[in-house]
Every structure is written in C-alpha cells, then in structure tokens.
C-alpha cells in the first residue's frame, strides 16, 4: 500500500504530458567546489605554505629560502595530516586519549592483532573503547585523558585515587565491560574466552609500569601496546579470526558503521 496522499496517487495514475529528455543541469559554483572538505584542506596548507615562506623570506631577505621554506612547510603538513588521520571518524571521536591508543594499537597489526574501536556493551550505556584480539590473547582497553595537576595513587593496593577523587566506579565499570564482552563472546564461540580489562590513562604520571587494581590493568597510556605484546602466545591465527568475527558481531558498533 502507498504511503503517498491520494491526490498524489490519482496524480501518478494519469499519463502524464510528454517531457524534455533533457535534464536541467545544476552548476557547481567555485563557492561550493571550495566548501568541500579536500578544498579546504589544500586551501589551509597553501595559506600555511605562503605564510611561512613570506616569513622567512622577509628574515633573510631572500625570496629563494622563501620558496624553499613553504614547499617544506607544505610538505610537513600534509605528512602531519596523514598522520594524525584516525580510522575513527571524526564525529565518533571521545577524546585524544582514544586517539593515542588508536595510534599504538595500530602498529600491532603487522603482529597478527586486530582491533574494534568504540564497540558498545548491549543493553546499556557503556562501551570499550578499543578491544584487542591478538596470539597474547583478548584486551578491553579504556584510553582515560585525566587532568594532569592532579597525581594518581594508590591505597593499599586496592584503591584508584585521582587527587581527592576515588576512581573505584571507573574501575568497576571497566571491570563489567570486560566481564560483559567475555560472556557474550564466550557464548558465541562454544568455549571460555578471557578478556582483559585495563585503563591507559594520559595525563598525569603513573608512579609505576603496571598495576593491577581490583582486578583491572592501570598503567600509563603510552604503555598500551607493550602491556598487550609482553605475553606468551595464547591463541592461532584461525582462533584470533573467529574470535574477533564474533566480537564485532556481539559488541555493535557505538556509532555505527563509519
């Protein structure tokens, strides 16, 4: 059945007077060409390249350096710009912190890992920021950017503390994630499947390498790659690729599919 309005049915129903074979054609104009993303994106780096090069043009008086200094300004930009590009859209982007890890865990994939990135925890609010599959075995990582005037400690051994804040409801929460994620990979796959949870956290110094708290991995962010690889083997490559096929079945996308 049509959803359309009557009027509009009866419309259709009649012939219809013949028409043009000849479609209007909708100009672009250079404002628009120039509001795309890759025209802008050329425009930054011509107008970084000129400035740099009139800059240093003016300071040794000598147009040539000046040319010379904007083509390597140029080219140093986009180099950044390649770089700093996530897999991660733009939108979906939490935080640098995210970002950071991304970067590391990027550079495991010529070692056999492979990584979902933002995947949520059905059922609720929460998700994992990147979960890692690899032969050391599967991580819950959660990338934390907290404020770095503030130090990080701990109470015997059991207690989270950032400055005069208890982290215990984030180390409970990435504690549930993890346990989450195994159930419903574990389910899925026939047999028990552990995943680690652990907090990379950016910002102020950690005062130790790793330190497992109430059950969760903490340590300093730049350490997220090193405290996946320092393992011994535990999965094939064919267990590594069921698993991960069904953990990106399990745990949605949180943004969907980019």
């Known amino acids: 059945m049509s959803d359309r309005p009557e009027s509009e ?10 028409t043009s074979t000849y479609a209007p054609v909708e100009r672009a104009s250079v ?11 050329l425009r930054n780096r011509a107008l970084v390249a000129i400035a740099v090069g009139v800059v ?23 180099v950044y710009r390649a770089r ?19 970067a590391q865990l990027r550079k495991l994939e010529r070692g056999g890992y ?11 609010e929460a998700q994992i920021d990147h979960l890692v599959v690899g032969p050391t075995g599967v991580y819950a990582v959660d990338s ?49 499947i552990s995943v680690t949870p652990s907090l990379a956290i950016y910002g102020p ?19 997220a790659r090193r405290w996946i690889t320092k393992r011994e083997r535990a999965l094939t490559d064919a267990e590594i ?3 991960y096929e069904i953990a990106a079945q399990v745990l949605p996308p949180r943004y969907g599919e980019g």
């Open 9 to 18: 049915q009866t419309a259709a129903a009649k012939p219809s007077a013949p």
């Open 205 to 223: 110094p950690v005062p130790w390498k790793i330190m497992t708290i109430r059950g969760v991995d903490v340590y300093e962010g730049g350490r």
């Open 84 to 102: 700093s590009n996530s897999t991660v859209p733009a939108w979906r982007r939490a935080s640098v912190a995210e970002r950071r890890t991304e």
């Open 241 to 243: 690729d069921r698993i």
């Open 114 to 124: 492979r990584t979902l990135h933002a995947r949520a925890i059905p059922g609720s």
């Open 144 to 192: 934390e950017k907290w404020d770095k005037r503030l130090p990080v400690r701990v109470q015997m051994g059991k207690k989270l503390f950032h400055g005069p804040f208890d982290m215990k409801p984030r180390i409970t929460e990435a504690k549930w994630e993890a346990s989450q994620a195994s159930e419903l990979i574990s389910k899925s796959y026939g047999r028990e």
């Open 31 to 41: 404002r628009s060409l120039l509001q795309q993303p890759r025209f802008r994106r």
């Open 56 to 78: 240093v043009g003016f300071l040794v008086s000598d147009w040539r350096v000046g040319a010379t200094a904007a083509v390597v300004a140029a080219i140093l930009e986009t």
